[in-house]
């Protein structure tokens, strides 16, 4: 985009994620915010579920394929899909392309698709040219890149810039923000065992940090973490980051609060 | 070696309970990273590197048989042998009837994980012949009686406190009250051992780095020089390497050299570097009267084609264990075979079968910061996804989660359903969540909540929410 940001009303079709949508909708409601305040339109399609990765990622082809394209023809009528997620954000970009390589009816149907979607924070950041949100919180926090949007989507400095721009707010990075949470979908109650010395692991650097608020991108990860911490009974609360940015922090964290 | 990975799980829970192995990782965990991370930043054109190393390899794996008989007719013109392997038996057996016939008691050896894959040092000591490990590593674990737990670094696993004891125990000779508080002084320890046996070998056995077409040339990269002495030494000179080692040109080497030793160790450059052209010339001081490379398939040729085809371009630095969390919470030995960490769960399936290695590919987050790191830029996610999908289409995937996968993906193709069933499911958890929003235990998910609890859902849906007009 040479001339710069795309600062033009546009409809966005918001793909909530299974996990947004099922156990914490407020994350959706501060999305929706969120892309409003930027400029877009919000629509929300009733018949989406899930972006499939729990297939994918266990090695079912035609049944991911099967989801995806009732995702594409959801979610195609948009000027761009946005996702409160790394990971879905990351299926629906680099990983629906690749279901569909040398099907002529399918493949340039879904390169266009793929090329509308976003992740949340960085759609608002890179695409919109949003610089500052509207929001306060008094909370020292830590932000934990999760894997797919890191290392997929290249989200990594665009939510630190929103977050320094939220009235309040301190952060403090911990160690290897950039180190997998353990969560890895179905591979956490697969190998329980690697799973929880990973998540181990990395609430210890959580818990160093000196953060009082835990916030990442994804759900998944969030959910993993949240259980750790509220399990080692830390007092480290856990947060989306829509939550924070859209200024929607009154509903309790993830996970309840921590412990004092 | 037996292969254990079918019983990984068990592996694990052993591993995870090991205090010595824990200990060690962690030096992992800092250590490679950290020198990796210098390495490449200090390096301007290490990405544009990283794609001239991925293309060189590329274009050998598309003409691998031109450039394995151009190498194979360099070094028979040098003076040298060729023998071509088709399986680990078949290697074993060449390297045997080469000892037998020079009349072979003791074989000194460099660091090779071909051997390790043909397990050769179980096998000569059958036949009497007795096989000394050179690197310092890999002396120390065929002291211990162990396999290497990591694919440069194989006694990772060890710590200093182990090694002392390990030496005290073999070397009985040396008097007990001696100096071996500092690692130079166990290094020195063993090299006097070593030197030894070095005079005493008749033949010389390494692996290789790279072959090279063109000159017909095996080369190793040390730390140690211990190769030096291995391959110089002796009478004979036996090199063992898997096909895919070759390339083109000592320049093609040369390129993929500058992404090797920083990707490895955060070296520029190992310390050594050996080139092995042929036996001993004429007019040459020294070198062994016979010169022997033994070529091993083992598997590898069936990849060629396919989509793991790209996983022949590894260069076995080692760069995908040192960064993988897997790796780093379980070390090397609970994979189960000669492979361990991302690399291996991708090459493991391919040669030993993906019937008893079914756990690898699984045992992944898919957090790709192997793939991040890979010199050779060598999908590593990708590729154990496919493995994951040959499960699914042989039915090796457990059939209760087969099941499971099968009924959410029905219920995820049906939204209305979908919808239905799972605000029935998720009214019931918040219920259960209570006023503390998260679940110390469920039934039917009790593989998550062994060890953290399950936030609780707020309850309703974002979805349905939203359609019947709510925004916050
Ligand atoms: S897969 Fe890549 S990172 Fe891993 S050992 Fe091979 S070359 Fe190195």
Known sequence: METGYDTSPRRVGLFVTCLVDLFRPTVGFAAARLLEEAGCEVYVPVSQTCCGQPAYNSGDRADTAEIAKQVIEAFEEFDYIVAPSGSCAGMLKKHYPELFEGDPKWSARVEAFSAKVHELVSFLTDIRGVERVNAKLDAVVTYHDSCSGLRELGVKDQPRKLLASVEGVTIKEMKDPNVCCGFGGTFAVKYTEVSNAIVSAKTSDIKSSGAELLLAGDMGCLMNMAGKLRREKSSVEVRHIAEVLAGMTSAPPIGGKGDR | ?472
């Open chain 2, 1 to 472: 070696m037996e292969i254990t990975s079918p019983s990984f799980k068990k592996n694990v829970h052993k591993a995870l309970r090991d205090e010595q192995l824990q200990q060690a990782m962690r030096h992992v965990r800092s250590n490679f990273i950290q020198k990796r991370a210098a390495a490449a930043d200090a390096l301007p054109e290490f990405e544009a590197l990283r794609d001239n190393a991925r293309d060189i390899k590329n274009h050998v794996l598309e003409n691998l048989d031109l450039y394995l008989e151009r190498f194979e007719s360099k070094v028979t013109e040098n003076g040298g042998h060729v023998h071509w392997a088709a399986t680990a038996s078949d290697a074993r057996g060449m390297v045997l009837d080469i000892c037998r016939r020079v009349n072979a008691k003791s074989v000194t050896k460099g660091k090779s994980m071909i051997s390790e894959e043909m397990e050769l040092n179980g096998f000569l000591e059958k036949y009497g012949i007795t096989p000394v490990e050179t690197d310092l590593g890999e002396y120390i674990i065929q002291l211990r009686g162990e396999h290497p737990s990591h694919i440069i670094a194989p006694s990772v696993h060890v710590t200093m406190n182990q090694v002392r004891d390990d030496f005290r125990k073999a070397h009985t000779h040396l008097p007990k009250d001696r100096p071996m508080d500092e690692p130079e002084s166990l290094l020195k320890e063993a090299r006097a051992i070593l030197r030894q046996k070095f005079m005493e070998a008749d033949v010389g056995i390494t692996g290789a780095n790279f072959l090279i077409a063109e000159t017909g040339t095996s080369i190793i990269v040390t730390n140690e020089g211990n190769g030096d002495l291995t391959q110089s030494l002796p009478r004979v000179h036996i090199v063992l390497a898997s096909l895919e080692k070759v390339v083109p040109t000592l320049e093609d080497m040369s390129q993929i050299m500058r992404v090797l030793a920083r990707s490895a160790t955060g070296q520029e450059m190992s310390v050594y570097t050996t080139l092995s052209t042929g036996p001993r010339r004429a007019s040459d001081p020294d070198g062994p009267d016979e010169y022997h490379v033994i070529l091993l398939d083992n598997g590898r040729s069936n990849m060629l084609g396919t989509e793991f085809q790209d996983m022949l371009r590894c260069i076995r630095c080692g760069a995908c264990l040192n960064h993988c969390p897997v790796y780093h919470a379980i070390g090397g030995h609970a994979y189960g075979w000669v492979y361990p960490g991302p690399m291996g769960s991708v090459l493991s399936p391919a040669l030993a079968g993906i019937e008893k290695t079914a756990n690898l590919p699984n045992a992944s987050t898919f957090c790709g910061r192997c793939e991040e790191v890979c010199p050779m830029r060598i999908p590593l996610p990708k590729m154990l996804r496919h493995w994951r999908e040959k499960e699914f289409e042989k039915h090796l995937t457990p059939p209760a989660q087969r099941r499971n996968l099968k009924l959410w993906a029905w219920f995820a193709k049906r939204p209305g359903l979908y919808r239905t069933g799972s605000r029935v499911a998720m009214r019931m958890l918040s219920l259960m969540g209570g006023s503390k929003k998260r679940l110390r235990k469920l039934p039917f998910a009790g593989a998550w909540t062994e060890d953290r609890d399950l936030p609780a859902p707020e309850g309703g849906s974002f979805v349905s929410q939203w359609n019947a007009g709510r925004r916050t």
